[in-house]
């Protein structure tokens, strides 16, 4: 299937995208798209090629494991903005964003600083607002192979 959903209103997309869920059951499907985000939802392989060369062929879940960088989105409250300063000296942070309230941190190891970066906010008493894992999508991971590769 060449673009089976590109020109579709949003109701037409997803019963498109339902259909294909349905097929893909009992058969083999070949999707080309652009549009990542249903291939996302959809599909188990991946295959991706930059100038007509294959650069990954692979399922999400080792797509994501591998090129996935290890993120934490920590929102706190206005009163807490010093304590992002304490965050970026932590020896396990890499690299710090503030967007807002929004703390993009990056991290050596999500199963092992999640929980640190967490007792550190607790023992400074940092109101949390929300604390949650921030995955790359595909479409971050396409763009990252494609400008390296």
């Known amino acids: 299937m060449d673009e089976p959903v590109s020109a579709l209103d949003p109701i037409g997309r997803r019963e498109v995208l339902n259909l294909i869920e349905e097929i893909k059951k009992d058969t083999t499907i070949l999707l080309s798209t652009h549009i990542l985000s249903d291939a996302e939802e959809i599909c188990e392989r991946f295959v991706m090629i ?3 060369t294959k650069i990954e062929d692979t399922t999400i879940t080792e797509l994501l494991h591998r090129n996935s960088e290890n993120k934490l989105i920590i929102e706190i409250t206005a009163k807490d903005r010093d304590w992002i300063d304490i965050v970026k000296n932590l020896h396990y942070v890499k690299d710090v964003e503030v967007i807002g309230l929004k703390v993009k941190v990056k991290v050596d ?14 023992e400074h008493k940092v109101d949390i607002v929300k604390f949650e894992i921030n995955n790359d999508t595909l479409e971050e991971i396409f763009l990252k192979l494609v400008v390296q590769k």
């Open 50 to 52: 930059k100038d007509g």
């Open 109 to 122: 190891s999500i199963e092992i600083n999640k929980n640190m970066l967490l007792q550190n906010a607790l």
